[in-house]
């Protein structure tokens, strides 16, 4: 791994407050991700299951955590199992946690090779008294699984296996543990923040009409690894001229002209936790007066809207309050005439054709991070604040997001060093 140790407490604290959700005489399996092929022979860099990584710390593939707090043998109460490594694994694909490695980095004194997983398990699942037995799968509200996952084959196995036992959703209580971040977290989150700003400084410096957008992308890449980082926590956006006006576009192989603005959403992972900065600069240093006046338009929004946050708001009540600032925004711009407001579809609100997204959403292990929605906020969350105005018929757009946690009167930004104001970011630009 290339991020520092992190402190086993949090696993173990972590571990503790699943463990007070539970109901009584309740057995809990957790699995890794896969290490997932391309073609060939080929594989995907490996990312852990977040729930798994939350519980135990393990950043390593085959991995199953179980828990059952009720057992009558404490040595079964906390069971890791790992995949035993081997001369031949150690030559090709290098070190793998040994038992003792394990124990220090989790807490977790029962340790045991995956090879014993079927043995174990079916020990606890018949000489136990067990009465719930609870499976992870993926219930964020936005996923579109058609691959099929480790997880989901143990469920499989397990219904058909067990098909008596009486089994639980394990997702709520994950949702509503890891929406909720520790110091522990939080420190994690700043550096992968702290990465991502310097990135954007290296690449303020960087740009200049007729540079590729890819090139760009490599600058980031290249501040990322050399800090500390696995990469880039999402596909990054690098969006120049009218590339600016498609949310998701990811291609990042056209020129940057003289003129355009760039919009640049990207962000560093850092010991499996995400960062997500959106900044919109000139590519020649200088706004135009039409792209400033569209530029502090949308920091006031964002600007509003770190105001609006706060324990007990709802999101969806919170986002309708920012699309009406967004709104009289529009109006100052001439975008949209304040009296055919007055009389547009309510259905069909006019300011739609320039801001369409969601102003936010949780962040941590997760860059689209675990949470209800619909739950009022709550404190020691992280939301994403990203308020845009996108102006097609003028070929260009602007995006301002920063990363803040809910605090009691208020927000504290994790991305508060990072250049945003028009004036700061033309200086370093031309420095």
């Given at each position: 791994m290339r991020y520092k140790s992190i402190d086993k407490e949090l696993f173990e604290t972590n571990r503790k407050n699943l463990v007070k959700e539970l109901k009584s005489n309740a057995l809990v399996v957790v699995n890794s991700n896969d290490i997932m092929p391309t073609n060939s022979d080929g594989t995907m860099r490996f990312r852990q299951n977040s729930d798994l990584f939350y519980l135990a710390g393990v950043d390593q593939e085959e991995t199953v955590l179980v828990l059952y707090p009720d057992f009558h043998d404490k040595k079964y109460r906390e069971v890791l199992f790992l995949r035993e490594t081997s001369e031949l694994i150690s030559v090709w694909e290098g070190h793998k946690l040994t038992k003792e490695e394990a124990r220090e980095q989790t807490g977790i004194e029962t340790v045991l090779w995956v090879?014993?997983?079927?043995?174990?398990?079916?020990?606890l699942m018949v000489m136990g008294d067990v009465e719930h037995v609870y499976l992870n799968t993926n219930d964020h509200y936005r996923a579109e699984v058609s691959v099929e996952s480790r997880e989901s084959r143990f469920v499989k196995w397990c219904l058909e296996k067990y098909p008596l036992h009486r089994y639980e959703r394990l997702a709520p209580i994950m949702h509503r543990l890891?929406?909720?971040?520790?110091?522990?977290?939080?420190d994690l989150l700043q550096q992968a923040c702290d990465i991502t700003e310097k990135a954007f400084r290296r690449v303020l410096k960087f740009v200049k009409p007729g540079v590729i957008e890819y090139e760009i992308e490599a600058e980031f890449a290249h501040e990322f690894l050399r800090n500390g980082s696995r990469g880039f926590a999402y596909e990054p956006i690098i969006a120049s001229g009218a590339n600016s006006c498609v949310l998701h576009y990811i291609e990042n192989n056209k020129p940057c002209g003289d003129g355009d603005?760039?919009?640049?959403?990207?962000?560093?992972e850092y010991a499996n936790y995400n960062a997500d900065l959106t900044r919109t600069i000139p590519v020649n240093g200088k706004f135009t007066e039409r792209q400033k006046q569209v530029y502090n338009a949308v920091?006031?929004?964002q600007r509003e809207a770190f105001k609006l946050l706060k324990p007990?708001?709802?999101y969806f009540e919170y986002h309708k309050e920012i699309q009406k600032i967004t709104e009289s925004e529009l109006i100052g711009l001439k975008l949209i005439d304040k009296k055919d407001v007055k009389n547009q579809d309510k259905d069909k609100p006019l300011f739609m054709k320039y801001f369409m997204h969601g102003t936010g959403h949780q962040l941590g292990l997760d860059v689209h991070d675990v949470?209800?929605?619909?739950?009022?906020?709550?404190?020691?969350?992280?939301?994403?604040?990203?308020?845009?105005?996108?102006?097609?018929?003028?070929g260009f757009?602007?995006?301002?997001?920063?990363n803040v946690v809910i605090e009691k009167n208020g927000v504290y930004d994790l991305m508060k060093n990072t250049p945003v104001e028009v004036e700061e970011i033309e200086e370093i630009m031309n420095s």
């Open positions: 090879s014993e997983f079927p043995k174990v398990f079916n020990m890891r929406s909720i971040k520790s110091k522990y977290e939080l603005v760039l919009l640049l959403d990207v962000g560093a920091l006031r929004v007990g708001e709802k949470g209800n929605m619909y739950h009022k906020m709550r404190l020691g969350q992280v939301w994403t604040v990203e308020p845009g105005i996108y102006i097609r018929e003028e757009g602007i995006r301002i997001e920063n």
